[in-house]
């Protein structure tokens, strides 16, 4: 047996002990969830320490979508579960979402991290790793705001720099490499497998999650006050409608789609903490 089946067997048997373990935690009712996040809020521990052992199934089964990517199962599954300890700090009851709903995001944004610092082939100073992080939280803000890739300007503005800056810091992350590098693969070089970048599944799934979780945010609204946000933020077959076309869309004047648009973006206002530490972690 080669020595590549042999971790492969010995991963297999690990995670397959692994979910066996977890398995034994019961799942959690929605009334269950709710109660655990008073208790967490509270400062209990071992009701944050209930409602992540209950979720662990939940962390496997998203790891499982990036399996076929750079890391091993067992460490996207190690990532995931990161993203799901922070989900059980952060869940409110108040907002009457299921935990399973809310900690997906968590999980996936730490696995593409993960998977993101993995693909760097350099390390860059920690300061300008931070930096990093934040560009890449104003782009995936920016990108779902503007549905298309927002410019370094934007991003700029977005975090408090300059486009040369968000530039520089872009280009730092990224080695210098020949695509004319000799590669293992017979004859070949790295052109040969170079990433084509017009298909990311881990990007499609992040960005499938923030548009979810956004929708989840709308519940919150009244069913007028979520239809023009939905109108207004391109929601509709990727359509911005003006106010006149809500207006005949809804049977109301543009001026009462504007006041109730400004209602609306108002409570969504004040919740603009919880948002932004939702999207950006």
Known sequence: MSRERETSDSQDDIIKSYFDQIRRTPLLSFEEE???????????ESARDHLIKAN??????IARQFSAQDLPLVDLIQEGNLGLIRAAQKY???KNVRFSTYASWWIKQAITRSLANKRRAIRIPHRKEEALKKIQRAYTVLSQLYARQ??????????????????????????????????????????????????????????????????????????????????????????KYTLKK???????????VRQIEIRALNKL?????????YVYG
Do not use: W
């Open 34 to 44: 709710l109660a655990l996040s008073r208790r967490i809020q509270a400062g209990d």
């Open 56 to 61: 662990l199934r939940l962390v496997v089964k």
């Open 92 to 94: 409110d009851h108040a």
């Open 150 to 239: 927002p410019s370094t300007a934007e991003i700029g503005k977005e975090i408090g720099m300059s486009a040369y800056e968000v530039e520089n810091i872009l280009e730092m992350s990224n080695a210098m490499v020949s695509l004319d590098m000799e590669t293992s693969i017979e004859n070949g070089c790295l052109l040969d497998v170079y990433e084509d970048s017009t298909y990311a599944p881990d990007r499609e799934v992040l960005n499938l999650s923030v548009r979810d979780n956004t929708l989840a945010f709308l519940e919150q609204l009244m069913e007028k006050e979520k239809q023009i946000l939905m109108y207004r933020f391109e929601f509709y077959n990727g359509r």
């Open 246 to 256: 809500i207006g005949e869309e809804l049977g109301i004047s543009p001026e009462t």
């Open 269 to 277: 206002r004040a919740n603009a903490g919880e948002l932004k530490d």
